[in-house]
């Protein structure tokens, strides 16, 4: 099995900044992605941002400029850095993986975290 633990939510002042951490642990055979998704009360889940194994990154147009994602593939972490947060970034936020656990090296999986809140007064 796979778990992702997040940290790093809080509630902060529109205009500042927060750092989100994830981790994934356990039997790890490969990630080929991990990124970041949120999603606020009444709406759906969005992607935030994402970034695969190459270091290839995707943003949700909300975040550009603002937001940036990074990754370590040797410690299976991902990382967001927010900048300029709005109050309408204010939501749960989820880290997502997708890779392929060592129990079964040959099926990829999608493993999320339980969410850290963000919010962000004005």
């Known amino acids: 099995q796979v778990q992702l633990v997040e940290s790093g939510g809080n509630l902060v002042q529109a205009g500042g900044s927060l750092r989100l951490s994830c981790a994934a642990s356990g039997s790890i055979f490969s990630i080929s992605v991990m990124g970041w998704y949120r999603q606020a009360p009444g709406k759906q889940r969005e992607l935030v941002a994402a970034?695969?194994?190459?270091?290839?990154?995707n943003y949700a147009d909300s975040v550009k400029g603002r937001f940036t994602i990074s990754g370590d593939n040797a410690k299976n972490t991902v990382s967001l850095q927010m900048n300029s947060l709005k109050p309408e970034d204010t939501a749960a936020y989820y880290c997502?993986?997708?890779?392929?656990?060592?129990?079964?090296?040959?099926?990829?999986?999608?493993?999320w975290g339980q969410g850290t809140q963000v919010t962000v007064s004005s």
């Open positions: 997502y993986a997708r890779g392929r656990p060592g129990s079964s090296p040959l099926i990829e999986y999608n493993y």
């Open positions: 970034i695969t194994s190459g270091g290839i990154t």
